[in-house]
């Protein structure tokens, strides 16, 4: 597929998504933790901004459904390898537990099932030091457009390392 | 509760204030919402289109404050959402509509709808259910 190893374009990919984040991604001060075919895990520091309570005490729940939706887009973007175009189809998400922290937050996401038009997702929010809990948990549907060369909105694919 | 109260909450939360939307109407089954446009709202590099999580917060905002009967002693919790996501969201107004499906006393139901210029043409629509106790 590529002329790189299939893991230096996994990190190379990483590294834009990070470096090339902005809007609500820059704005999250997402970290990459770990970004592999597999799965993906993302660091978010708490930010009083995105409380629910004047207490600033309380993650909204919208930060946490923000949260998996930007993590199903770098996993899925990961594990399909080839994208044009992504665009969520749905997304659901059960609050299991109350967000009530300062600590940082972790978010999971892998893609589980993939087809040529779809690939389906599902991730997990924790909080650092207490990661046996799972505060909430989502799954996502992504319709794709495969192509070799990006042309739409993820065109980070490196020119120079692609042959067909 | 009415709409200037709806207001006077929207403008203590911090998630509520970043979001930045306005209480255009609250009637008993329901609230409607318009949000700027804002930079910090953009979901991916190239294109200016809004991030899918802040459509579904503008929603889950929306039908949160559509139920609440006292927000100061009992916010609405949120227990789970679906959001169907059917047009981009580009940079421009975005305006939502929650419509209590059912309410009872422990749990409510709402269906909500975001647009952009036509409220006819939806760029997503969400189900939200809440715990009132």
Not at chain 1, 92 to 121: M, N, W
Not at chain 2, 46 to 55: D, L, P, Q, T
Not at chain 2, 104 to 132: C, I, Y
Request: one cysteine or more.
């Amino acid at each position: 597929m590529t002329d790189i190893k299939d893991d230096e374009w996994v990190a190379r990919m990483a590294e834009l998504w990070q470096t090339r984040s902005k809007g609500l991604i820059y704005g999250l001060n997402l970290k990459a933790e770990l970004a592999t075919r597999q799965g993906v895990r993302l660091r978010m520091p708490f930010n009083p901004n995105f409380c629910a309570d004047e207490d600033e005490t309380l993650l909204h729940g919208g930060v946490l459904t923000s949260l998996l939706d930007s993590a199903f887009g770098l996993a899925i973007f990961l594990a399909v390898g080839e994208i044009q175009t992504m665009a969520t189809l749905d997304l659901r998400v059960d609050y299991l537990l109350p967000a009530k922290t300062r600590s940082d937050v972790i978010v999971e996401a892998r893609c589980h099932h993939q087809t040529r038009h779809i690939a389906f997702g599902t991730g997990q929010v924790m909080f650092d030091g207490a990661e046996n809990e799972v505060v909430a948990h989502g799954t996502a549907t992504f319709a794709l457009t495969r192509g070799d060369q990006g042309k739409g909105h993820w065109s980070l694919r490196p020119k120079d390392g692609t042959k067909t | 509760m009415t709409k200037d109260e709806l207001q006077a909450i929207c403008n203590k939360i911090p998630y509520f204030r970043f979001l930045d939307f306005t209480i255009e109407t609250a009637d008993p089954d329901g609230v409607t919402t318009t949000m700027p446009f804002a930079d910090r709202h953009i979901g991916n590099p190239e294109a200016e289109n809004y991030h899918g999580g802040i459509v579904a917060s503008l929603l889950e905002a929306t039908a949160s404050l559509s139920v609440s009967d006292d927000w100061e002693t009992q916010p609405p919790k949120p227990i789970n959402l679906t959001v169907d996501y059917m047009r981009p969201a580009r940079s421009g107004t975005l305006n939502a509509k929650a419509t209590i499906s059912r309410k009872g006393r422990r749990m409510a139901s709402v269906a909500t709808v975001a647009w952009q210029d036509n409220e006819d043409k939806p760029v997503a629509k969400g189900l939200f259910h809440f715990l009132l106790v």
